[in-house]
């Protein structure tokens, strides 16, 4: 039996009311909010959070490949999944590759991880996220949302069998983005509604439905995801189910998270699923990807790190105006500091293991974590005795903090905590997620990999604190 | 097993310190010659009667020829030192140390720092090739972590904590209006330093020391020879320089209300000079006002006030020009501004003026004994220096 062994899911701490962004521009304002990607995070770092959890609630688990899928890759060139899975700790033997070129990619990386588990290949890791971007006074401006999703497929302790799948890839013309171009272009809504996501919904469900022998009537739950959000409210029409059995669009509180999103829903649905019931997962765009779950026993019995429902309920706003300088889409006045370093390559190697896996060091003689890793231990001062200590999964307490005003930032304030992890060691790192107002000694925090700055096109991952979420 | 000192066997005999501020119209190299030709003149020695150099810079320039070339210095040893902030204390230790040896007879310290071509806000260091890890955070964000674990420690509310630290820069900027060469010679009032612009909470800009330019220069000989130069020298008691395993950012022991690295100087530096109470024994005091916590708390680590009282001697102004023990009477960084090769000297021209009665509406009532006190670096990762230095032998 193969499928879902284990999943997380991430939306970012960020909202943007969209009626703040129709008293800007004077458009006319859709209800509801987006989830917004903060400044210091990317679709890299979105994804890294999401497996996290997934890796966290699947000990034991060994990782053989990773897909990584996105329409908004930090690089065009240089492996993004690389990144991911440092940041998670994989190990270096696995394939990794990045899926990309359309919002479909979530689930065509999730149907192929799902075929390699299948064939013997250990566990199947996926990361899919995204940061949707319009541009200004647009429809996907305000419909988009940032997040992220991540699953480990195998074939033990399942949680939902793959119980059937169906692909299917038509070339025609809707969205479209070339290098260099920051908004997407696309065609008529018309056009695509009735001649591609119509009838690709209609045709991918049937297959897939029909592969397992099952009507749309025994469907538990439906996940249908498309770029317009019509066109999978006109699929469901047809299907004549019970609005219960649809799954959230999440429209209202996070928005279409692009190749993130038919996964994202389905993390959404799964804690509340019995054991038996069959979910329908499917996503239409540059044709069509479907899967159906049938949920199992282990699934009563697995509860993710951080729920859909939590992580919607955790959140502070942002304004237009800051969203717009995150995005550079507005220009300001440059900071009268000097523009930080570009992190150098051999550093950054050496460091891999710290940089990207907040791996520290333990003193085998006098048992001090201490970070980043030392040869000389604080402590005891033992020379070369020390263990590798991973800090990233620790909570920590606010031992002091700093409110910098001076420091260049895209949010400013910028703050800076020192936090001292449970079970020991010390950390001086940035803050992030928080209001400065709000900072206190002894508050508790948890360790979130970000995108500290970009320098000469070379994105600077690493760790910040945010407050537990 | 502490340093063993050098004990009233160094003496300055000479030395010169240009106005520090906003020098547009001079370069290092200008700053350097003025300070140089004036140290020169009170020795009442001809450029060639110094046989070595030690130039204190932390980005001015490199190597000696940053020193020989604008001083046609005649192929000469010219050493050119960094220590961060304490670079140029760093400087004198070297050259006093040079002249104790016995290596040679005359040497000069000289720092300087010209900050104001660089265009930015505050300093910049620049940092060596790096994996994109170290906090980047600004010098007042790195000292201000000490505002709020000392309020809590010691149960002051943050309203009356911003009282201490306006008080101490209200005193810094009343000395520093009794000084012709300090960059700010303006008393500002206390609301106008409480009101300042935030800069790292609870830090306002006034908090904050100045950014200028500047350059100042010592000769020293041994101590048996002062007297052929000049007749009130001022005589090395202690000089201590530590460096810190930099534990403070690694571990959950250090609270962020001390730096050990100037405890461990302070201690070293009064066993030199045989100081046993440096609250009564001292009589003025030049200490790092980088921002207003950081000398608060080096009132504790220097020992001039016990843990958790510095805050109340500053209310009661033990510290001020009139008080027990005056620090900073020269103004401090807060003044002067921090040209980094040229502080550590500077602090050391005002206990030659004031030692020798010529510190002119500042001059305090027969100062015997004084400390000058440099760090570089932030809390729990720093380097520290002090010195003591004496008008009298023994």
Redo the contacts between chains.
Sequence with gaps: MTGIVSYGSYIPYRRLKRAAIAAVLGVPATRGERAVASFDEDSVSMAVDALRDALKTAPGAEVRSLIFGTTTAPYLEKLNAAIVGAAAQLPAEIRAIDSTGSIRAGLSAMLQAAESAAAGGGHAAVALADCRLGAPEGKLEQSGGDGAAAFIFGRDNVIAEIEASASLTREYLDSWRTPGERFAHSWEERFALTQAYGPFFRRIIQEVLGKAGVAPGDLAKIVLDAPNQRAAEEALRELKVDPARVADSLALTVGQTGAAHAALMLTAVLPSAKPGDRILVATVSDGADAMLLKVAPANANFRPVHSVGRMVESKGDVTYANYLKWREILPTEPPRRPDPDRPAAPPMMRAEKWKFGLIGSKCRACGTPQLPPQRVCVKCRAFDKMDPYPFADRHGRIATYAIDRLAYSLNPPTINAVVDYEGGGRFLCEMTDCEPDKVAIGDEVEMTFRRLFTADGVHNYFWKARPRR | MASKGIKDRVAIVGMGCTKFGEHWDKGAEDLLVEAAYEAYGSAGIDPNDVDAYWLGTMGSGVSGLTLSEPLKIQYKPVTRVENMCATGSESLRQACYAVASGAFDVAMAIGVEKLKDS????L?VA?P?????P????P???F???A??YF?KYGLDPEKGKDVLTRIAWKNHRNGARNPKAQFQKEVPMEAIRNSP????PLGIMDCSGVSDGAAAAIVVRAEDAHKYCKNPIYIKALSFVAG?A?G????E???TTFPEVVASARDAYAQAGVTNPREQISLAEVHDCFTPTELVLYEDLGFSKRGGAWQDVMEGFFDLEGKLPVNPDGGLKSFGHPIGASGLRMMYEMWLQMRGEAGPRQLKNPRMGLTHNLGGQPGRCVSFVSVVGNQIG
């Design positions: 265009g930015f806000s505050g910049v940092n090739p790096n994996d994109g890890t906090a980047c955070m600004t007042p964000a790195l201000s972590l000490l709020p674990a809590k935030k800069i790292a909470d395993p534990e950012p690694l571990s959950p250090y609270d962020f």
